[in-house]
């Protein structure tokens, strides 16, 4: 059956490998395995869980993932070459299904500046790597990087190669957005013509949003192109611009179903819950006005429009809020819940903590909180597991306490308390404020020489008592990383952030960075 002939639309979802590609926004194992549990709650089809050469790290998350997950394809990606592959299958080895995703370059730019190899060298080592991955798994995707500005031919050729040693999934990947989507419809599609075994595989759509076209031009490969499996990030994660919005994709199909005739097994009402996810373990905010999962997505300021959709809802609203998940936050803990039923939601937010340790720790913090503030929001609980994640991994500085002083024509100052490797520190600065004070104070100690790229505040929930996160960006000798703080009090959100940032500093975990 020609790939275009189906109906399914498959979701492949790349937040944990392209989307952490984002400055900054690298992860954890246990926040890997947190965004890939609600992926697999969203009923993502295919989770490509990293790239299992790229680092130690890398490696152990897609085995931990593809032990744990079910439900959802889990996939990583490699190079075309053998240790990429090998490594690759080796982490996938536990997964209930899993696939191989190979990739190399074929444009003349990339293969002449970048690999140094002739078109006849990349030709012959995509169908070896593609005949290698195949020993491991059925399912294996072969990916031309910088496809859309590749030569017709050449593409042509190699992929009437890769698909005869058996590549199963074929994606044509704009990597570096430059598509414009009648174009890069035509351009798949002519592809597909063109290829005599291309009804053999499916034909997938990986594009970067540089010129802010990456879901048109997605959408314009499946309905021009007849590609039938769509590449994309949760909130549009990615480096540079970005990637193709999920939630952009299936609101898109789902709501105009009457254009693009299309079945999709996503479960919409999760996907406002796996944004928030996604944007407090990376520290990425999403603004207000973003399609689908900004929080204005469906407010309404006109007079006209509020009076319009009081009246009948779909007379300004194509969507309703509830069908993405907007009405499932609701109150539902308080400063007498239990810890059974405290348990019980974090098991209903995708949180696994691994041991009953863990969950008491959680369960304290919780209370603590509760004291503070009179209604916990399933973001508070998030954030504080969140929080209390960033504060344990490779701590190597972990916040005590601060105090701090400030006043209208006086020099604001700070004192804070940290601890370096277990032993306590304490330290002073002034400012222009006081988180510059705060800023300073650390840094007579640390002495880190980082450059502070971003100091971003978001209200976690709405309301006075909502509690404050703080995401700090540093960069210090060509590393960029993201720190992330939360608390009621924004000043110590800030201590937190800052000292988290530079814990990933001190870690020096070295990723490869492949391009697709």
Not at 94 to 101: L, M, N, S, V, Y
Not at 291 to 308: K, L
Not at 322 to 344: C, H, M, P, T, Y
């Amino acid at each position: 059956m020609a790939a275009s002939s189906s109906n399914k639309l498959i979701i492949f979802d790349t937040t944990l490998r392209d989307g952490e590609q984002s400055p900054g926004a690298s992860m954890t194992k246990d926040e890997k395995i947190r965004i890939a549990k609600q992926l697999e709650r969203l009923k993502v089809d295919v989770i490509e869980a990293g790239f299992a050469a790229s680092s130690q790290g890398d490696f152990e998350a897609i085995k931990a993932i593809a032990g744990l997950i079910k439900d959802s394809t889990v996939c990583s990606l490699s190079r075309a070459n053998d240790r990429d592959i090998s490594r690759a299958a080796e982490a996938l080895a536990p997964a209930a299904r899993k696939r191989i995703h190979t990739f190399i370059a074929t444009s003349s730019l990339h293969m002449e500046k970048k690999l140094r190899m002739t078109p006849d060298q990349v030709f012959e080592q995509a169908k070896q790597a593609v005949r290698f991955a195949r020993k491991f798994t059925d399912d294996v995707e072969f990916s031309p990087e910088d496809g859309s500005r590749s030569d017709m031919d050449f593409l042509c050729r190699i992929l009437e190669a890769v698909i005869a040693e058996g590549a199963t999934t074929i994606n044509f990947a704009d990597t570096v957005g430059y598509g414009v989507p009648e174009l890069y419809g035509n351009m798949l599609r002519t592809l597909r013509e063109r290829i005599p075994n291309s009804d053999k595989a499916i034909w997938s759509v990986h594009c970067h949003n540089d010129l802010g076209m990456a879901v048109a031009n997605s959408l314009a490969g499946v309905m021009i192109g007849g590609a039938r499996q769509v590449e994309c990030t949760i909130n549009g994660l990615g480096e540079r611009a970005g990637n193709t919005a999920l939630e952009e994709i299936v609101m898109a199909v789902r709501t105009r179903k009457d254009h693009f005739n299309l079945d999709i097994g996503i479960d919409s009402s999760q996907i406002v819950s796996t944004s928030k996810l996604v944007s407090q373990i990376t520290g990425f905010a999403v603004q207000p006005n973003k399609a689908v999962v900004g929080a204005n997505a469906f407010a309404h300021a006109s007079g006209i429009h509020q009076d319009g959709v009081l009246k009948a809802r779909d007379t300004y609203e194509i969507m309703r809020a509830e069908d993405v998940g907007w009405s499932a936050n609701k109150i539902v803990l308080g400063k007498l819940s239990g810890r059974n039923a405290f348990k019980q939601r974090l098991e209903e937010l995708g949180i696994a903590l691994e041991s009953e340790t863990e969950v008491n720790a959680a369960f304290t913090r919780f209370k603590e909180l509760a004291d503070r503030k009179s209604d916990i929001f399933d973001e508070d609980i998030m954030a504080l597991v969140s929080d209390e994640e960033h504060s344990h991994e490779n701590e190597y500085y972990r916040f005590v306490s601060l105090s701090q002083h400030s006043e209208t024509g006086g020099k604001p100052t700070a004192k804070v308390v940290f601890s370096i490797e277990g032993k306590e520190a304490e330290c002073e600065g002034q400012g222009n404020g006081p988180v510059d004070a705060i800023v300073n104070a650390i840094e007579s100690k640390t002495a880190s020489g980082a450059e502070l790229l971003l100091f971003s505040v978001n209200a976690i929930t709405t309301g006075t008592q909502s509690q404050g996160e703080v995401t700090m960006r540093l960069s210090k000798a060509g590393r960029i990383v993201n720190g992330v703080g939360a608390d009621l009090d924004i000043v110590v959100a800030s201590a937190k952030a800052y000292l988290s940032a530079l814990n990933k500093l001190h870690s020096k975990t070295v990723k490869l960075n492949p391009q697709l």
